[in-house]
């Protein structure tokens, strides 16, 4: 009897760890609304394959540890130039 049970044990046992595997998309999406309620902005995450050299930092990994999630902070864009005042045609030159 004891044999059955350790058996059953052994065998369900990968069923529930593969249970608890989320998909890519879903910690992403997880993942975005936790930096949104901190406040967070112009920022990108990109599901990466583990070990890739990529630029940010990894915050979490997905599809049973071969994927990666990196966020990178983007950098906000330059502020436009100022643009010259055409002389007004009533002002001497």
């Known amino acids: 009897m004891k044999l059955w049970i350790a058996a059953a044990v052994i065998l ?6 593969s249970a608890q ?4 998309d879903d ?3 997880e993942i975005a609304k936790k930096i949104d309620a901190h ?5 990108t995450l990109t599901i990466v ?3 890739k050299e990529t630029e940010g930092k990894i ?3 997905c599809g049973g540890g071969t994927k ?3 966020y ?3 950098t906000p864009a330059p502020a436009p130039a100022a643009k010259p005042k055409p002389a007004s045609e009533g002002e001497p030159k």
């Open 49 to 51: 394959d583990k070990g």
């Open 21 to 24: 595997v989320k998909s890519c």
């Open 12 to 17: 369900c046992a990968p069923l529930c760890a």
């Open 72 to 74: 990178l902070k983007a």
């Open 59 to 61: 915050v979490g990994s």
């Open 39 to 43: 406040g967070g902005s112009n920022y």
């Open 27 to 29: 910690l992403k999406a």
């Open 68 to 70: 990666s999630i990196v």
